[in-house]
């Protein structure tokens, strides 16, 4: 139930075989499985499928501390090490860290870090993504309104 709500929510991962193997408080870990349109020309998932895999997981962790009801999260910063070719079904694996950030009164914002590995299913490590995560209530943002696209 809650993978096809996350489709819908989330329209552009719709038709990746992104599946929510893990969620809680602490952890998540999404797989994925080996469909076409994740491919790259020789057959392995593409770097940018390997991109969201790093990104996709980290957020919903994110999303968990920080409702999207009282505040806008967005994506800051992706970087990604590619250590391995892709094939097959993979994992990605991300877990909170031991002390959440809070915000301080100097500032409006907050920015979270957080790393996700990314492997197969021999759990050979096939990437490793950062992401920094900026988070601010929506009462200090000065655009509320979404772009229509």
């Known amino acids: 139930m809650l993978n096809t709500l996350l489709t819908i929510g989330i329209p552009f991962n719709k038709g990746l075989g992104l599946r ?4 809680s408080e602490n952890k998540v870990v999404v797989k994925s499985l080996p469909k ?3 491919r790259n020309h020789v057959g392995g998932a593409h770097a940018c499928a390997l991109a969201l895999l ?8 994110v999303a968990q501390q920080f409702p999207f009801s009282e505040y806008r999260i967005i994506i800051g910063e992706l ?6 070719q892709g094939r097959g079904i993979l994992f990605s694996e991300v877990e909170a860290p031991t002390a959440w950030p809070s ?7 907050l920015w979270i870090p957080m790393n996700t590995t990314i492997y197969n299913e021999k759990r050979e490590v096939v990437a490793r993504a950062q992401t920094r995560w900026q988070i601010k209530p929506w009462s200090k943002v000065r ?7």
């Open 143 to 149: 655009s509320k309104q979404p772009v229509n696209s």
């Open 103 to 109: 915000f301080s009164e100097e500032s409006d914002d």
């Open 20 to 23: 929510l193997q893990e969620f």
């Open 36 to 38: 076409r349109r994740r």
């Open 54 to 61: 790093g990104e996709y997981p980290a957020g919903l962790l």
């Open 79 to 84: 970087k990604v090490e590619y250590e391995k």
